[in-house]
């Protein structure tokens, strides 16, 4: 049930009690509910966080205490269910607030997820450099609440180049990054780190301090996980 409707049963059953005190009550008695999800492996943190293939894309504190690393394809339904409802509560409760450092990599399933990634990587001005992690999160977050229009179209190429003219692409810079041999070789090449290094067979999977994680995390899931290790 959605926090919402549980207020509002909340102050229902509660009737005259201050409508403050009802949502704090509801919202302890929501969060005590959530199990923390158990781990399916662990992995070596110190490996995980050496310098691999690309630049990291990373936002937080470097000296956070929680670290979390997500392998994704952006073709994945269920990596875009948790970047659209999950990924910017995160990010505003424990990103923002020094509490994680959150960090994407990339793991394609298929030529179109890889397609997605290098236009997230690649700058639109100037294709040729990489793109910020600013420019990337925002890059990826279009392309997540966007997924059912590219993802599954019959012209791959002329929908990714719609998107990309949202994020400020021209056709020429589209098709200069497209054809960046070196930065497919290193898109796959981080897939393959996390499949062979770190045991990353499904999206998302999400490293977190040392144990992997697999499969989409509503906010309260991950919250309590999060808390867990705070």
């Known amino acids: 049930m959605p926090i919402s409707e549980m207020q509002l049963t909340k102050r229902q059953l509660l009737g005259g009690v201050a409508a403050a005190t009802a949502t704090l009550a509801v919202f302890s008695s929501a969060h005590a509910a959530v199990e923390v999800p158990q781990p399916d492996g662990e992995v070596d943190m110190a490996a995980v966080l050496k310098p691999g293939p690309l630049p990291e894309m990373v936002l937080g504190k470097e000296d956070a205490p929680v670290t979390i690393v997500e392998y994704m394809s952006m073709t994945c339904p269920h990596c875009a269910h948790f970047h659209t409802t999950t990924f910017d509560a995160i990010r505003k409760k424990y990103v923002d607030t020094g509490k994680v450092r959150f960090m994407i990599r990339e793991f394609p399933f298929d030529p179109r997820a890889a397609a997605a990634f290098m236009l997230a990587r690649c700058n639109p001005q100037k294709p040729e450099e990489m793109s910020t992690p600013e420019q990337y999160f925002a890059m990826v977050s279009m392309l997540f609440k966007q997924q ?68 989409d995390m509503t906010v309260d899931t991950m919250s309590a996980l999060i808390d867990s290790l705070l």
């Not at 810079?173 to 497919?184: G, V, W």
């Open 148 to 215: 059912q229009t590219w993802a599954a179209a019959d012209d791959g190429r002329a929908a990714l180049l719609q998107m990309a003219k949202l994020a400020g692409f021209t056709e020429d810079s589209f098709t200069k990054c497209l054809t960046n041999q070196k930065l497919l070789d290193e898109v796959n090449a981080t897939r393959e780190r996390g499949s062979k290094e770190f045991g990353v067979n499904a999206t998302p999977t999400f490293l977190i301090n040392g144990k992997r994680f697999s499969g």
